[in-house]
T-cell receptor, first 114, second 118 residues
């Protein structure tokens, strides 16, 4: 079945460091891919998405490129801030599904220190 | 923007009792809502898809008699954990479809409800 695998956390970085959180997926067809962020005490928020191969999603300085050849959707940010500390989830939904049902990775905790 | 409200945010109950969690869409109608369960340091596991006016669709391995879902109106879905036991302690999150953008459904998530069964 469809699945999403993320790198183990927590990831601890100093402010202004470069961030990469790896995400790979297994799915039939051409899924849509997402990154969600969960700040402490809050619900998940959509960070960015990509719906077809080679698309690049971007938001708030974060970027991820849909790589079908490597079935990956790695999240990157050039310079992290303390306020980026949160849990990040990679997710997919089948393109053939119109229900919006999401399959999530296990989440990666990011801790940014001043 | 669209807001999904969950209530209660935290609940503690005794083993054997039932607990109801509400998920409301504020300022929009949600024909489809989803219920997830999140374990510590684990991913969100989809439990069921809740459709307004019809029976919920449960994922494989989820006990529908244990986790009762009711979606009686376009703005409210409820999850009732019946005869709760300590292993049901978890973080339950709901979400609702709020739009469609660039070829993908947009979901809005509630802040979650933490259930602790003693």
């Amino acid at each position: 079945g469809d699945s999403v695998t993320q790198m183990e956390g927590p990831v601890t970085l100093s402010e202004e460091a470069f961030l990469t959180i790896n995400c790979t997926y297994t799915a039939t067809g051409y899924p849509s891919l997402f990154w969600y962020v969960q700040y402490p005490g809050e619900g998940l928020q959509l960070l960015l998405k990509a719906t077809k191969a080679d698309d690049k999603g971007s938001n708030k300085g974060f970027e991820a490129t849909y790589r079908k050849e490597t079935t990956s959707f790695h999240l990157e940010k050039g310079s992290v801030q303390v306020s980026d500390s949160a849990v990040y989830f990679c997710a997919l939904t089948r393109s053939s599904s119109n229900t919006g049902k999401l399959i999530f990775g296990q989440g990666t905790t990011l801790q940014v220190k001043p | 923007g669209a807001v999904v409200s969950q209530h209660p945010s935290r609940v503690i109950c005794k083993s054997g009792t039932s607990v109801k969690i509400e998920c409301r869409s504020l300022d929009f109608q949600a024909t489809t809502m989803f219920w997830y369960r999140q374990f510590p340091k684990k991913s969100l596991m989809l439990m069921a898809t809740s459709n307004e006016g019809s029976k919920a669709t449960y994922e494989q391995g989820v006990e529908k008699d244990k986790f009762l879902i009711n979606h009686a109106s376009l703005t409210l879905s409820t999850l009732t954990v019946t005869s709760a036991h300590p292993e049901d302690s978890s973080f339950y999150i709901c979400s609702a479809k709020t739009g469609f953008s660039s070829g993908a459904n947009v979901l809005t998530f509630g802040a979650g409800s933490r259930l602790t069964v003693l």
